[in-house]
């Protein structure tokens, strides 16, 4: 459609041009008409013609301007529409790089998300590994335990043989049979807790590595039964355990009550010495407190005796260091002021008067000098108006050089390496 229209104008304009052209044709051919020396009445008749051409030609001009005002607008509002395209082109851009981005971020999302996956499948199966071994490694132990508890149960029908043979001694040496007695029992005590302790550790093993195998479930009911037969010999044990036990207690009984009566005899002893010790310690802590009482209140009327001694010897000191300020500053003003004169009356000493120059003139110098009193620079920083003056001024100071300077370096450095002086003749 914008094609279309874009023809039509160019034929309207051509169009209008050739009109133009046929105007300014006719124009031409009436201006030589009238230069011949045509006769009056041809020259009346041509115009009306050349009127005619005038009229046309502005009408024609009119046309071309209004096309040429509406070609304008045409390119103005194309140019508004591309303008508006190549907008809604770069939002599209915008919003093509902004998807591409999340498209982007939802790929490493998934990568990140499969890699964690895959760390997941690894570790469970390293579990499921883990876990094969162990149920291995329990049925070996299982194993283990079985012989174990066969080899205890051959040391428990040993130990009841032991017995049946302190049992027989025990009369002929009773000392003796209490010494045995006591290391048979205590043996006996040991190999039952040792048993106990590992069947609950084989309990608790078989419990943790998957009691849900059926091939475990198997191996604790072996188990199970192994621990009947157990339990059933360590009751007939205990049974001959407790008739030793009651033979025993009467004995240990009687020999309880010799050992409390001692021990009764020896707490009292040990109460009367630790009195004793008490009250010898007590005695020794406040002799000791005492002393250290005594000591200490020494210690702290020498400290204030030296508190005091160094206030004063401070204040004696900050006294004598003022005094030493003020007269310090004192000199040093004096000789600020002396050194300030001297170098005044040196520049004047030097000085070239100008003739015809009013006696009230000053001006500011400033002085930048070493330490020796050579003159680095010298300029004038207030003028005195008088440009003869300054220049006469600053030709002094240079002609002075050396100037005078102090002896203390820090008075120098602080108020004469650059010196603002006036300078006013006297």
């Known amino acids: 459609m914008a094609d279309f229209t874009e023809k039509v104008w160019v034929l309207l304009l051509t169009l209008l041009a050739h009109i133009l052209m046929l105007s300014l044709f006719f124009i031409s051919a009436g201006e030589n008409w009238h230069k011949s020396g045509a006769n009056k009445d041809c020259a009346s008749a041509s115009l009306p013609a050349q009127t005619i051409s005038e009229t046309a030609v502005n009408a024609a001009l009119s046309v071309v301007q209004t096309s040429k005002d509406t070609q304008n607008q045409h390119l103005q509002d194309q140019q508004t529409q591309l303008q508006q395209q190549q907008s809604l082109l770069a939002q599209e851009k915008l919003s093509l790089a902004q998807q591409q981005q999340t498209i982007q971020q939802q790929q490493q999302e998934a990568d990140l998300l499969l890699n964690q996956t895959q760390a997941q499948a690894k570790t469970e199966l390293e579990k499921m590994q883990q876990r094969e071994s162990l149920i291995k490694q329990a049925e070996t132990t299982l194993k283990q335990r079985e012989s174990s508890l066969e080899a205890q149960s051959e040391a428990l029908k040993a130990a009841q043989t032991a017995l049946q043979q302190v049992q027989e001694q025990v009369q ?51 188990r199970k039964q192994a621990e009947q037969e157990k339990a059933e010999q360590a009751r007939k044990v205990q049974a001959e355990k407790a008739q030793q036990a009651a033979e025993q207690k009467k004995i240990a009984q009687r020999k309880a009550e010799e050992a409390a009566t001692r021990q009764r005899k020896a707490e009292a002893k040990q109460q009367r010495l630790a009195e004793a010790k008490r009250k010898a310690d007590a005695e020794r802590k406040h002799q000791a407190a005492a002393e250290k009482a005594k000591r200490q209140a020494q210690a702290e009327k020498e400290r204030q005796e030296a508190k005091a001694r160094a206030a004063q010897q ?49 001006c500011t110098l400033e002085i930048r000098m070493i330490a020796s009193g050579e003159v680095l620079n010298a300029r004038v920083i207030v003028s005195s108006g008088n440009p003869a003056f300054d220049t006469s001024a600053e030709n002094a100071v240079w002609n002075a050089s050396p100037l005078p300077t102090p002896k203390d370096s820090q008075l120098f450095e602080n108020h004469f390496r650059t010196l603002n002086l006036k300078f006013r003749p006297q």
């Open 314 to 362: 401070q204040r004696e000191a900050m006294a004598k260091a003022a005094a030493q300020r003020q007269l310090s500053t004192v000199q040093q003003t004096r000789q600020l002021n002396s050194t300030k004169q001297a170098i005044q009356q040196k520049i004047w000493g030097v000085w070239q008067p100008i003739p015809g120059a009013a006696k009230s003139l000053q």
């Open 172 to 222: 002929a040496e009773q000392q003796r049979r209490d010494q045995e007695m006591q290391v048979s029992k205590a043996q006996l005590a040991q190999q039952i807790q040792a048993a106990k302790e590992r069947q609950a550790a084989a309990e608790l093993l078989i419990e943790q590595q998957g009691i849900e195998q059926k091939k475990q479930a198997q191996l604790m009911q072996r």
